[in-house]
């Protein structure tokens, strides 16, 4: 078996990072983890995502202590991220009817899901510590950031140089639970 | 500016590969791959991948002859592909429902779409091409496997050894286009 590559050794080591350096992140570094989002691929190069990077500190810290109330509280260790970057999907009508109606899957959230790992992992290359953020209140950050309906709030992203490591390894399923030749278990 | 790193060079190279050498992939590179699936970021730590791989030459084909035919046929290049890995979802149900009714996004493809592209990325490091398929006839691939109710069919990968990489370059989005510091265009 040949040895780890680059990618598989930087593949093992992503781990979701929630502590970071209180110091900006250079713009050259965002831009080439976004570049690294906009290569994706998607289906039918349709390109769905659209990315607002927040590193403005009033206003990353304003829409975060919107984005991060009440019930999604448990998110608001996100506000001292120096970055945010709110990501969007532009939907496509025809190929995301399609995918809805035909095929019973939204292909716009596995693409966006593919480019923002990209970015995640560009991140990490360059030092940079990224967290997906699920949890928080989508119609308060639309409404901050003026965004018109025409874009789909999916989720967001932190970033920011690592400060700290997380303490435990997360739970993992074992290859034989997830991965199966020739049959389904 | 610091110099491209392998992973940032290998978003650059990375496209998707339609054309496969006639040989099969090595076992111990496929399951590589499925390990860079495996260790992917997912809401709550659901996990919630799981993967058929079809590396048997009479089952693929019989299977691959069902998935990409009638509406399908423009998938049926994929029938010469040597590996093809089916892509399912077990759903947690809290999760899920948080995300599809609070959010209002399917966290579970964004997290697939995560863990499929390390599995992409991981793929070319070895030399090997991949393409997501989206269009195909997911009822009769769950029919020809067994798949039961509990998995959502979410979509395929082909795989091989590279034959021959796509002659034109696809458009992008520029820059401008999908990023914005600080404000929704």
């Known amino acids: 078996m040949e040895d780890a590559g680059p990618l598989e050794r930087l593949i093992q080591k992503r781990r979701t990072i929630r502590k970071y350096q209180n110091r900006p992140v250079e713009r050259e570094k965002i831009l080439r983890c976004i570049e690294a989002a906009r290569l994706g691929p998607s ?59 035909l095929q019973n899957c939204q292909f716009y959230l596995l693409d ?25 209140n989508g119609k308060k950050v639309r409404r901050e950031l003026n965004i018109p309906d025409k874009y789909h709030v999916v989720a967001m992203m932190s970033m920011g140089h690592i400060e700290r490591w997380p303490r435990h390894e997360k739970p993992r399923r074992t290859m034989e639970e997830i991965a199966w030749f020739n049959e389904c278990r």
């Open 43 to 101: 289906a039918e190069n349709v390109q769905p995502w659209r990315f607002i990077i927040l590193d403005d500190p009033a206003l990353r810290e304003r829409v975060a202590r919107k984005a991060f109330s009440g019930i999604y509280f448990t998110t608001r260790w996100a506000i001292k991220a120096p970055v945010l970057v709110v990501i969007l999907a532009k939907l496509d009508v025809i190929t995301n009817r399609i995918g809805a109606h």
């Open 112 to 136: 966006i899901g593919a480019a923002v790992q990209q970015m995640a992992l560009q991140a990490l290359e360059l030092d940079i510590g990224t967290s997906w953020l699920g949890w928080f």
